[in-house]
């Protein structure tokens, strides 16, 4: 049976974040469903917007009631900021993804380990990436941190100190991650994701606490997916070589994102001491 805290007979810590795993195995559950029953698995321009749209609409609610239903604490102490306050937040996670990796893959091409060639249209190359962005933001970006860096971390971190939370939460995205891309795809995956998804729990779960903002890594998944996307999977896109994308364009990122955040943010997290989640 459930326990509850005397204090404000709310769930405990485990039961809350269960819950939470719970609905969102639930939604990207019903998201592989709709894929697949309404587009054949195809990811087609459409199935991509139904789909985003689903996930946003879904998700988003779903803390919403878990932070004021099951947390009984304010939304704004998920350090998830207004729009006035969302921006620097957010262009300081995106430039800490965009900036290494645009060193990376600038170093790879003058040297000529890789090409990259568009055999789209300037106008048309421009609405696919916009097109990428918007998806982005919709089905994975601001999702995935809400509920992850956002949820997930902000009731570990009141019970444990931040560097431990950090890995907590990373595990459990990676555990979520990898079973549905094994659910999808079979056990070939599971190590080659595993090892993905936990790193970029890691790396996300510390920009977060570097920041102060959930906005932060949402700008840093941003530009991943973007670049990934667009350099891996996009068909209008033509890469020399795939492997150098990866070694010249995303490691550099996971490896220097939190340095540039700390150069543009200049603020220093205590990772020791949990972070109180009281009533405000």
């Not at 992850?148 to 990676?174: D, E, H, K, T, W």
């Not at 996300?204 to 606490?209: A, E, H, P, T």
């Amino acid at each position: 049976m459930a326990t509850v805290t005397r204090a404000d007979r709310r769930l405990s810590t485990g039961w809350r974040i269960a819950i939470v795993l719970v609905g969102t195995v639930a939604i990207w559950s019903l998201m592989v469903w709709v894929g697949t029953t309404l587009f054949g698995g195809d990811v087609t321009p459409v199935a991509r917007v139904v789909t985003s749209l689903l996930i946003f609409a879904l998700a988003v609610p779903m803390v919403v009631a878990a932070r004021r239903l099951l947390d009984r604490r304010p939304w704004a102490t998920l350090e998830l900021q207004g729009w006035a306050g969302a921006w620097r937040p957010f262009l300081v996670g995106t430039a800490s993804f965009l900036l290494p990796s645009a060193i990376g893959l600038s170093v790879a091409l003058l040297t000529g380990w890789l090409q990259i060639t568009s055999v789209l249209p300037p106008l048309d190359l421009v609405a696919a990436v916009a097109f990428t962005v918007v998806t982005v933001l919709l089905l994975e970006a601001i999702p995935e941190e809400l509920i992850f860096r956002g949820y997930i971390y902000r009731n570990l971190s009141a019970a444990m100190a931040p560097i431990v939370a950090v890995f907590v939460q990373a595990a459990l995205f990676s555990l979520l991650g990898t079973s549905l891309w094994v659910a999808t795809s079979g056990w070939g995956v599971l190590l080659e994701r595993g090892a993905l998804f936990f790193a970029m729990g890691a790396v996300l779960g510390i920009l977060r606490v570097i920041s102060g903002s959930v906005w932060n890594p949402v700008g840093f998944h941003l530009g991943f997916q973007v670049v990934a996307q667009t350099l891996l999977v996009h068909p209008g896109i033509e890469v020399s070589n795939p492997g150098a994308v990866t070694i010249a364009g995303i490691v550099p990122a996971f490896v220097f994102a939190s340095t540039v955040t700390l150069m543009l943010t200049r603020r220093r997290p205590d990772w020791r001491m949990p972070e109180p989640d009281e009533r405000r």
